[in-house]
């Protein structure tokens, strides 16, 4: 079965520290997609990256990056020098693979996903 | 701008009372989902649709319906309200096929059943 294991429930840290959010997945596809998603206190789902299975490269978008091992089949997410405005919960999903349901599917599979607090 | 809107925002039920929570695209996707958030389970799926007249049995599909009669809107109805089913949901809509896009999430409505 397809799953999303993100086990930090809640991370603490103060401002300027870096942080990496842990993302582990589950899937018999060879074909795949992953997210994350952050949802801050106004409760909004905000997308932030979707990455394919066949694209292992680290990307960096200013302060995020995030890091795809197939090996371990993880796709963790760092925050660079954290700042208040990064608290939310960040949520890592998993999209389904169209050729193993014979069609197009874009169902997601959402991790439980991680509370960070970021203390001024 | 195209946006993915929900109404009510709030809503506030008795138990064995039908309900229905609204979702509204303006961005013309194929695609639109329903998930409901609890604590310490994420979002999990409900119903979701393909396109018009197209419907699918998420996850957590148990006491909710949804119908399809138009690309913008993607009712979901509860038939019966439960206490269980008092959550946060989500409504979300993609183009495109297997992955490819990512899902446009709308405000949310918070149903409480009492």
């Known amino acids: 079965a397809q799953k999303v294991t993100q086990a930090q429930t809640e991370i603490s840290v103060v401002e300027k520290e870096d942080v990496t959010l842990d993302c582990v997945y589950e899937?018999?596809?060879?074909?795949?997609?992953l997210f994350w998603y952050k949802q801050p206190p106004s409760g909004e789902l905000v997308f932030l990256i979707r990455r394919n299975s066949f694209d292992e490269q680290n990307e960096i978008s200013g302060r995020y990056s995030w890091n795809f091992q197939k090996s371990t089949s993880s796709f963790n997410f760092t925050i660079t020098a954290s700042q208040v405005v990064d608290s939310a919960v960040y949520f890592c999903a998993l999209s389904e693979s169209p050729i193993r349901y014979g069609g197009a599917t874009n169902k997601l599979i959402f991790g439980t996903g991680t509370l960070l607090a970021v203390q001024p | 701008d195209a946006e993915i809107t929900q109404s009510p925002r709030h809503k506030i039920t008795e138990t064995g009372r039908q309900v229905t929570l609204a979702c509204h695209q303006t961005?013309?996707?194929?695609?639109m989902f329903w998930y409901r958030q609890d604590l310490g389970h994420g979002l999990r799926l409900i119903h979701y649709s393909y396109g018009v007249q197209d419907t699918n049995k998420g996850e957590v599909s148990d006491g909710y319906s949804v119908s399809r009669s138009n690309t913008e809107d993607l009712p979901l109805t509860l038939e019966s309200a439960a206490s269980s089913q008092t959550s946060v949901y989500f409504c979300a809509s993609s183009d495109g096929l297997a992955g490819l896009y990512e899902q446009y999430f709308g405000p949310g409505t918070r149903l409480t059943v009492t």
């Open positions: 961005w013309n996707h194929n695609n």
């Open positions: 899937t018999r596809d060879t074909t795949y997609y």
